[in-house]
């Protein structure tokens, strides 16, 4: 048996690596000007009033892709939940106050609201400046791990009800589906850019559906951040095992 899979890793291995050397000589040359593919995407992004033409690619041009990344991102966030359930030869026991230093705590808390916000102006102008919902929402969910860091799990835990943050990850995706479907309703295509009047270019009200999906894609990952995050803090500081077990 382990002599058959060591054959089908190498089978695969090999076309792998022939169509990875197939993909590299076919590249274009290395410093060129031209490119199949970027004046297009400009071109798409600056018709459809979205400034950044990063964001243009994600939620416009191929925002079907974009999809794949955050159901990828979903199901390894439930993955671990499930993984990292309490189980029954576990139990919870309450951490004790930890002991800050003075100047941790001092930061920490003068930086948390600083980061969160930034967190959400990085997702709200997404559409408009590098950033977008992707780097915004971990931005955001790390932020708010700062009261971890300057106080202690306990104040952590108050102001981050876990139910609330895996119902909004779900109701982030679900959004993110619907804005497709309403294409397809209004007689055009999955997750097309159409819905929406384009507005005025370089203005947060531009740029179409852009804007909604962007932050439908900051609420996901932030909320399946908190939610992996939590996951893995119950492990090290509340889950132990049952005594004699």
């Known amino acids: 048996m382990n002599r058959l899979r ?25 410093g060129g000007r031209w490119h199949p593919y970027g004046e297009r995407a400009v071109r798409a992004s600056l018709d459809r009033h979205t400034a950044n033409t990063i964001a243009s690619v994600n939620f416009d041009q191929r925002a079907y892709d974009t999809l794949g990344e955050m159901s990828i991102l979903f199901a390894s966030v439930l993955g671990c939940v499930v993984l990292l359930r309490q ?4 139990h919870r026991a309450r951490p004790e106050p930890a002991e800050v230093a003075r100047p941790v705590r001092r930061y920490a808390l003068l930086v948390l609201p600083v980061a969160l916000v930034t967190g959400l102006y990085v997702v709200a102008h997404g559409q408009l400046s590098p950033g977008g919902g992707f ?62 009047p384009y507005g005025t270019f370089n203005t947060l009200s531009s740029g179409g559906s852009v804007p909604l999906l962007n932050a439908a894609i900051g609420m996901e990952v932030a909320s399946a951040v908190v939610v992996l995050l939590a996951n893995f803090l119950d492990q090290a500081v509340e889950i132990e095992e049952e005594q004699g077990s």
């Open 135 to 196: 780097q915004g929402g971990v931005v955001a969910a790390t932020a708010l791990h700062l009261l971890y860091l300057g106080a202690d799990y306990r104040a952590l835990e108050r102001v981050r009800p876990l139910g609330v943050y895996e119902i909004s990850d779900a109701v982030a995706v679900s959004s993110y589906l619907v804005l497709g479907l309403a294409g397809i309703l209004a007689g055009t295509a999955f997750l097309a850019n159409t819905l929406l």
């Open 6 to 30: 060591l054959w089908l890793l190498a089978v695969g291995g090999t076309g792998l690596a022939a169509l990875l050397a197939a993909a590299c000589l076919d590249l274009p040359d290395f």
């Open 87 to 90: 189980a029954r030869d576990e």
